[in-house]
């Protein structure tokens, strides 16, 4: 017998089956296209499950934002993983090495201090670990800027023992900052380019590069048609989100993730929502860029999210589009961020509910 | 053998035990002073045993957001449930009614039509419900805002068959968009005396209210000391955070929660630290009100945080104040959006850890 979502309670998370396969497709495609490899970012998802789909559909591995989301996905069976982050400090390296001798484990290094931690534990343990430079190519979060700093830290990599260089990476998440289209394609392009050229230096300094790892999902079809990238790691695009469709990268069709919520209250001219901050989030960009003016779009009324309090989405100027009860489906502002905050989601077909996927690596810090 | 602090991973949420232990005695003192009646909202912690810490206190029952949370309560044996929001739906009335059967349950009404509908289901259960009638003290959200309408709906409710008018609730969350302590004040004894001259007037027509519930945690000590108000209904006094402090209602030193985490970069004047959104949330206020600039206060370098991505925390213009590698902890803007980000959290005195508190309702909608 096959539930309805009609028999599900509020708030709750869905997942278009169609259109999570699509985009788990259409990105695919775009790396094959320019012959490089596809590393999607399970930091959206949390979901081993679908981690699992999206090598099944040519990923080469995952990148994973935290350690515990690592061991989640090597519990789960993923035997390619990078942390696609500074890992910092005893107890992490020790939770490190322990992953280190089940699986191929990438980390991201900024600082010659770090790397010679890393290098001093990991000889201590009788393990190697191969290690990406993270370059800021704008973002000013982590990662060096220089290419002179990025050629010593390459070389003292090379230099020291059980740490094994291969390679560069950025993230241009500033691209969540930009104006509009054109703008992102600008900032992509850019981050292609600055990649590749300081990977040419590295190399006639005399260090082997192996990767140069690029991505953002704005910024992917611009920076992966760089030639040089070598692989292109992203994250948002498997359910896309008004984010993405405030920078032109997706349609709201092409959104997968949606709030199912019931109406709990119209007020002459206001409407409230059962989704509040705790379901949607305060999203309204990524990394403190901020471009959206409400908190999620719903669907079928062609209205946005007001404001949140906690456990209420409060529509402004459109009560009299509302009905007491009635449920209405909401795209979030940031897909990331709002899967999160549940502990499993509803994979959807249209109005059957076709499976429940728990969201594995959920507050796995 | 006891755990250190030094010994946790990180980001961990911490309470210190005296902080909490405080904040419950001082808001049940107030309570008392006033001869009222005090019943915290545990949508602040969602922990079955801080609520049932808050009853041995003093506290008359607890107010919780969610059927979800109110499940969770009752599992944990709390008897006295209110549930300070809008129930709607089959599903929902469903599961209220299964609450009902075990236990006194009241919940908040502003419309007729939500009403019939409690009425109808009720009485095909054979069960009663209490009501409260909330009333929109300023907070723009649910709620009725004229005394013609409360007596309206306190008639119709006293009219259908298992349902049962028990008072008037309101949550003058406005506050958290005061200016300043004395705007806290001033918005604090109008939530008191509006609630206290409309019980007036419903009483003048005949009808009889027992409960006049007030709260906020910022305008509690004003709305409190209004007479005629019967209890106070407050949620975020158990920890305490940067909004708080903002609005004068609570020092720094009074803040119970902190997210302990390490320095996983440090670029010149910038540093990283490895809580980001999914750790600390995007909160710069309450209620869709904005008050505070960064995203938490980090305790032992006097500054704040001027970024989150999802898993870092960028502090900008202090990175020769912090080391690779060194721990330091975060005073949240928001408690009650974080508590919701953990599983669990460690209740530490000093730097000892004496207990890990699961967060037993998290994620319950």
Not at 290 to 304: K, P
Request: charged share 20%; aromatic share 4%.
């Amino acid at each position: 017998m096959s539930t309805s979502v009609d028999d599900l309670d509020t708030p709750s998370l869905l997942i278009e089956q169609s259109v999570l396969a699509d985009n788990i497709a259409r990105m695919q495609a775009l790396a094959d296209q320019h012959g490089i490899s596809l590393r999607p970012h399970i930091k959206t998802h949390k979901m081993a499950v679908l981690a699992q789909t999206q090598i099944a559909a040519g990923a080469v591995g995952v990148a994973v934002a935290t350690l515990g989301e690592a061991e989640v996905m090597v519990s789960a069976g993923i035997r390619n993983i990078q942390i696609a982050s500074q890992v910092v400090g005893e107890r992490k390296y020790e939770r490190l090495a322990q992953l280190r001798r089940q699986v191929t484990v990438q980390c991201a290094v900024d600082s010659i201090e770090h790397v010679r931690q890393l290098s001093t534990f990991f000889a201590s343990k009788g393990l190697t670990l191969e290690l990406l430079i993270e370059i800021d190519t704008g973002l000013r979060r982590c990662g060096v800027s220089s290419a002179d700093e990025a050629l010593a830290l390459a070389r003292e990599i090379e230099r020291l023992p059980s740490v094994q260089f291969r390679g560069i990476m950025t993230h241009a998440g500033h691209a969540y900052g930009a104006a509009d289209a054109g703008d992102v394609e600008r900032i992509g392009r850019a981050e292609g380019e600055q990649m590749v050229a300081l990977a040419g230096q590295l190399r006639e300094a005399g260090v082997g590069v192996d990767v140069v790892s690029v991505g953002s999902t704005p910024t992917a079809r611009y920076a992966a048609s760089v030639n040089g990238v070598t692989e292109l790691r992203v994250g948002n695009y498997v359910f896309n989100d008004m984010m993405q469709v405030r920078l032109g990268t997706a349609t709201r069709e092409q959104c997968a993730l949606r709030v199912l919520t019931t109406v709990m209250s119209v007020r002459g001219e206001r409407a409230v929502v059962d989704a509040g901050a705790k379901a949607l989030a305060l999203d309204r960009g990524a990394h403190g860029k901020e471009g959206l003016s409400g908190y999620g779009y719903v669907v079928e009324r062609d209205v946005s999210v007001s404001r949140l309090s906690e456990e209420h989405g409060i529509v402004d100027g459109a009560g009299g589009r509302f009905a007491l009860g009635e449920r209405v489906t909401i795209v979030p502002n940031h897909a990331c961020a709002v899967v999160n905050l549940f502990d499993f989601a509803y994979l959807v077909a249209g109005g059957t509910v076709v499976d429940t996927l728990p969201v594995t690596a959920r507050g796995r810090v």
